[in-house]
């Protein structure tokens, strides 16, 4: 995702391909690595919780993670503009009692014109699931593998 080759204004496949870079940084739960994506002064709404800059992304995500656990995350672009993207994802984790949940959320996107970017905005809703409904059983901390299905097609 901080890949400056991918910046506005996007084209769909630069859209998709900007879509897809996030979502592999986020599944390497690598607060250091999601982080350097992002604006220095990046303006971040998450759920209730609003903040601002690098320093505060990777405290997020930190807290997040420390939660969160065996995350595994699949975004898919919405729509897109000159410099915006908007996603929807889905993703699973289990607390520390064993309880899974599946996230289901959208994120609205804008960027600098450096591709780095600048606003993140996102809904998120969580539902408990039973592990067998679990759908995202790739290995920890890896990319989703380029054959695993997206979410087009997916239940909801």
């Known amino acids: 995702m901080s890949n400056p080759k991918v910046a506005p204004p996007f084209d769909r496949d630069n859209a998709i391909k900007k879509v897809r870079m996030a979502e592999d940084a986020w599944n390497s739960r690598d607060p250091e690595r999601?982080?350097?994506?992002?604006?220095?002064?990046?303006?971040?709404?998450?759920?209730?919780?609003?903040?601002?800059?690098?320093?505060?992304?990777?405290?997020?995500?930190?807290?997040?993670?420390?939660?969160?656990?065996?995350?595994r995350l699949v975004k898919e672009m919405w729509a897109f503009g000159d410099n915006r993207i908007a996603v929807r994802f889905q993703y699973e984790w289990r607390d520390d009692s064993g309880q899974w949940?599946?996230?289901?959320?959208?994120?609205?996107w804008e960027f600098a014109e450096n591709g780095?970017?600048?606003?993140r905005e996102a809904s998120i809703n969580d539902r408990p699931i039973p592990e067998a409904e679990r759908r995202f059983h790739w290995p920890a901390l890896q990319p989703r593998p380029a054959n695993h299905p997206g979410l087009i097609n997916s239940p909801i």
């Open 101 to 108: 949940y599946r996230a289901y959320g959208n994120e609205n």
């Open 34 to 71: 999601v982080a350097l994506a992002y604006t220095e002064d990046s303006h971040w709404r998450n759920r209730a919780e609003i903040f601002q800059g690098r320093d505060a992304i990777k405290a997020f995500l930190r807290r997040k993670w420390d939660k969160e656990l065996d995350y």
């Open 116 to 119: 780095l970017m600048r606003r």
